[in-house]
């Protein structure tokens, strides 16, 4: 897929990642570029069609896909983390987190995937996480939502190979945005993420490992559970150390 003379909708363009992806995409030549927000009001970006949508509300989601019938690319990048406990946090707050990081990006997919097959195939990015693969005190919630989006990215894979969609999954580590504002170590540049997301779409790859730390976790998955975590102890105590 070319990204010059695509119809791009990203989802959470307002800031971050998602403003980064949208801005990343007009330089890059798309033919126009749909920028969604739950408050539409806080998309800055000159140059973008701005478009009301929270993807945890199919009637929502559903006027977008009416709003916007040209799309050839969708990416999905709206998420949050709410730092729940999966023994003793909030089921509600859970609930939360895996309907916007995995049912949301599912409701997209599924309104969006009749479009982009009538527009030849076209390409989903589903932004995803290192933590895909992991948890961390403090973040277990967070790894629940993206395995399991993980999987969700897998599994639309298939079922929408025969219309020639591309599912292409991103992992990263951590962006230099507001949700990993409070974690002093390196981090990967919103635009450096997006231009490997869509380098990534552009040679058709399945799967876009961002940064080295997206690479190093998928390289031990091999490995067993104990191993695994003591990988893992040891390299993010290294992380913060510097």
Not at 7 to 16: I, K, S, Y
Not at 136 to 141: E, R, V
Request: zero cysteines; glycine letters at 10%.
């Amino acid at each position: 897929m070319d990204i010059k003379n695509s119809v791009a909708l990203v989802t959470g363009a307002n800031r971050g990642l998602g403003r980064a992806f949208a801005q990343r995409l007009l330089e890059r030549g798309a033919h126009k570029v749909y920028a969604t927000a739950r408050r539409p009001e806080t998309v800055d970006l000159p140059g973008v069609e701005v478009l009301p949508l929270d993807i945890t509300d199919p009637t929502s989601v559903r006027a977008a896909a009416e709003a916007a019938p040209d799309v050839s690319l969708l990416i999905n990048n709206a998420g949050i983390s709410t730092g729940a406990g999966l023994v003793t946090g909030s089921l509600d707050t859970l609930r939360q987190e895996l309907e916007t990081n995995m049912f949301g990006h599912l409701e997209m997919i599924r309104h969006f995937a009749p479009t982009l097959a009538g527009n030849g195939g076209g390409a989903v990015v589903n932004v995803l996480s290192a933590m895909s693969w992991f948890g961390g005190k403090g973040a277990t919630s967070y790894h629940l939502t993206k395995a399991a989006a993980w999987a969700m990215t897998n599994g639309v894979r298939l079922e929408l190979a025969d219309q020639g969609t591309l599912v292409t999954a991103v992992h990263l580590g951590l962006a230099d945005t507001d949700m990993a504002a409070g974690w002093p170590v390196a981090k990967i540049a919103p635009s450096d993420l997006a231009d490997a997301a869509l380098d990534g779409v552009e040679s058709g790859s399945a799967e876009v490992l961002a940064d080295q730390w997206s690479r190093d976790v998928k390289s031990r998955l091999t490995m067993a559970p104990e191993e695994f975590n003591a990988a893992m102890d040891h390299a993010l105590a290294a992380l913060l150390a510097g």
